[in-house]
């Protein structure tokens, strides 16, 4: 049962337009939501991430927005850059600490 | 400073074999966590450990069993492989086992071939 999910295998955007990559969950009991980025051959890398106490978190380029009522989050990268061409996972964290991901979506940042 | 690192990258395996897959994780960080990433999925928990201690363990059979030793390392073995092992196993560390609270660093992981 997939309680994370990124409906979206794959997304294109041009150089310097924004990106916009949606992730939904299903089990209320989540309460902090983490964006990664994975490049070929390397391990995820943490990106940003989100209380759900919280609706909105930025960090320069990137800003997360969390929707609870829908059960929704997203992620935005503005100015899309090439080098943010990756697979990006969300995942979820409970409070009993376990962790699930999403199956990712491939951004490719066409320039 | 050295990242998280994992050995082996690569590894075959035939069924029904056992494998060992090793994991030194940053300097200082005392927690490690596995995870499974099945081709065309998310990576899925296996296990945290903290200070030596099972801290977590996520919906695998007992075939799979990890240990952290005193130096903070870690070992995922995997007794009588199947053909549906076959994934790429990452290794995760961060300075507490609070997942919300810490960062954690993934190592680049080790691709298990199950024939």
């Known amino acids: ?111 | 400073d050295a990242g998280v690192t994992q050995s082996p990258t690569h590894l075959i395996k035939t069924r029904g074999q056992q494998v060992t897959l090793r994991c030194s994780p940053i300097s200082g960080h005392k927690s490690v966590s596995w995870y499974q990433q099945v081709l065309g999925q998310g990576p899925q928990f296996i296990f945290q450990y903290y200070e030596k201690e099972e801290r977590g363990r996520g919906n695998f059979p007992d075939r799979f069993s990890a240990r952290q030793f005193p130096n903070y390392s870690s070992e995922l073995n995997v007794n009588a492989l199947l053909l549906g092992d076959s994934a790429l196993y990452l290794c995760a560390s961060s300075t507490q086992p609070a997942l919300a609270k810490n960062i954690q660093y993934f190592g680049a992981g080790t691709r298990l071939s199950v024939l």
């Open chain 1, 1 to 111: 049962d997939q309680q994370v999910k990124q409906n979206s295998p794959s997304l294109s955007v041009q150089e310097g337009r924004i990106s916009i990559l949606n992730c939904d969950y299903t089990n209320s009991m989540f309460d902090y939501f983490l964006w990664y980025k994975k490049y070929p051959a390397e391990g995820p890398t943490f990106l940003i991430s989100i209380s759900s106490i919280k609706d909105k978190n930025e960090d320069g380029r990137f800003t997360v927005f969390l929707n609870k009522s829908a059960k929704h989050l997203s992620l935005h990268i503005v100015p899309s850059q090439p080098g943010d061409s990756a697979v990006y996972f969300c995942a979820a964290i409970t409070g009993a600490n376990n962790l699930f991901f999403g199956t990712g979506t491939r951004l490719t940042v066409i320039p």
